[in-house]
């Protein structure tokens, strides 16, 4: 699927009050797309979607709804009913539950005259390290076995897409070609620190291993020029 470079990055407004959150994406005016996550969205509710989407940006809304089905139908329902355009839902809620989110969120936007959400179906956050995510979870299987497992599950549920790290979307393409979505967290422009990422990848990186779109966030957002440093992320995948 051909995408612009400014489509394929995706800005996470974490750590951001409501006003700011809406002051920096209209600061930004080349910005397509925006996060808004669990912090955001408890500060600001629904209103903070409604709000980004008046500007004109497209929103992924990254609440990782984990739940019975009945639950996550009806959380999916209404993130549809408010335009979100990728919703997050965690692949370990089973099939049955991501087969209900699924529908529901396709109904929901079609009775609100909005397009189909893309649903991404969360395998395992970027934040684990394979050591600690043995120990502590006792899951016996590596992470590089799991993510795979959990997005076929995904895929076999009718999901559109998985996030996952930059460090498993070569093999989740192998898998899983286009037009399923790789959302890809963990990316870090060159010399950016990592923060709390451990598995990370440059935005071209990330990209040329097959990755639909990128989720930045500090190395934009926390940068002195915000826009100049989305302009760059946007040249170097040009480039």
Known sequence: MNRSAADRIIVA????APEQALGFAAAVPELRWVKVGLELFVAGGPDVVRQLRDQGKR???????????????????????LG?????????????????????AVDSASAAGLPAPTLLAVTVLTSWDPARFAAELAIEEPVEAYVPRLAD????????????????????????????ALVTPGIRPAGAALGDQQRVMTPAEAIAAGSSQLVIGRPITAAADPAAAFAACCAELRG
């Open 59 to 81: 929103v992924f809304l990254d609440l990782k709804f984990h739940d019975i089905p009945a639950t996550m139908a009806g959380a999916c329902r209404s993130a549809a009913r």
């Open 153 to 180: 599950l995904a895929a076999s549920s009718g999901i559109g897409g998985c996030v996952c790290s930059p460090l498993e979307v070569a093999s989740l393409r192998s898998a899983h070609p286009e037009p399923f």
């Open 13 to 16: 407004l974490d750590g951001m």
């Open 84 to 104: 979100a355009e990728l919703i997050t839902v965690h692949a370990c809620a089973g099939s049955e539950a991501l087969q209900a989110a699924q529908a529901a």
